[in-house]
């Protein structure tokens, strides 16, 4: 089943979803708690980083203790640092649009990972357009079919970052929706590409190089030559 990714279960409000069961303080921490497995990796990311400063402390003389408990500090300070930048981009990232009132909106609010800013007025919505994308396979190629969608808003000062939507969005259905609600203060765009796969150029032909293929003719011609003065 396609998914029309707009929400109207409240009444009073239409929201063009762009991050699916976003918008919520419980999505956003539990994402900001998912972001707790890149810790390791951040860990060992500043770990690295601050090589040369070991091998300063070691040339100093102050042995492996020292080194040891400096990687520890600022591991554990680049990983907290590094998952705190993640969860602020979390917070900050925008997951709807929300249009009120439902009908004939007049205001639009970006709602980023907890909370709604301030409605503005609509006219600060300039274009939405969707691109749906989908690449055919050629014959014999074993990778199967690919679809792309996503969703780039125009704002008056500015445009916010495009975002993919779900390969089972229903994109007719979509544009239909949202250009009947916004139309003609919001122009709504909706681009179908439809193309196959290029197939790989062939590989070049395997060919003897002129010294090999010369090499084996005086071998072949001495062999010859030589038989003839056996004979």
């Known amino acids: 089943m396609q998914r029309v990714l707009i929400d109207r279960s409240n009444p009073d409000v239409l929201d063009l979803v762009l991050v699916e069961q976003?918008?919520?303080?419980?999505?956003?921490?539990?994402?900001?708690?998912?972001a707790v497995?890149?810790?390791?990796?951040?860990?060992?990311?500043?770990?690295?980083?601050?090589?040369?400063l070991y091998i300063v402390m070691l040339f100093a003389g102050t042995g492996w203790?020292?080194?040891?408990?400096?990687a520890g500090i600022a591991g554990g300070a680049g990983a907290v640092i590094g998952w705190a930048l993640l969860v602020r981009l979390i917070f900050?990232?925008?997951?709807?649009?929300?249009?009120?009132?439902?009908a004939e909106p007049t205001a639009v609010a970006l709602v980023r990972g907890a909370r709604a800013d301030r409605p503005m007025p609509i006219t600060e919505v300039r274009r939405i357009r969707i691109d749906h994308s989908t690449e055919e396979p050629y014959d014999g190629d074993p990778r199967p079919r690919s679809v792309t969608i996503t969703v780039t808003v125009l704002l008056e000062h500015g445009k916010l970052p495009q975002q993919s939507l779900p390969q089972d969005t229903d994109t007719t259905a979509l544009h239909r929706e949202l250009y009947e609600a916004l139309s003609?203060?919001?122009?709504?765009?909706?681009h179908v590409h439809h193309h196959q796969r290029p197939e790989?150029?062939?590989?070049?032909?395997v060919s003897n190089r002129p010294g090999n293929s010369g090499w084996w003719s005086a071998i072949g011609h001495g062999g010859s030559t030589g038989g003839g003065g056996g004979g």
Do not use: E
Request: charged content about 10%; hydrophobic content about 45%.
């Open 65 to 70: 203790g020292p080194v040891w408990a400096a």
């Open 200 to 205: 790989p150029p062939p590989p070049p032909p």
């Open 184 to 190: 003609p203060g919001v122009a709504v765009d909706l």
């Open 37 to 52: 497995i890149a810790a390791p990796v951040l860990f060992l990311y500043s770990v690295l980083f601050s090589l040369p």
């Open 22 to 34: 976003g918008g919520s303080l419980r999505y956003a921490l539990a994402t900001a708690l998912q």
């Open 92 to 102: 900050r990232h925008v997951h709807r649009l929300r249009f009120t009132p439902s």
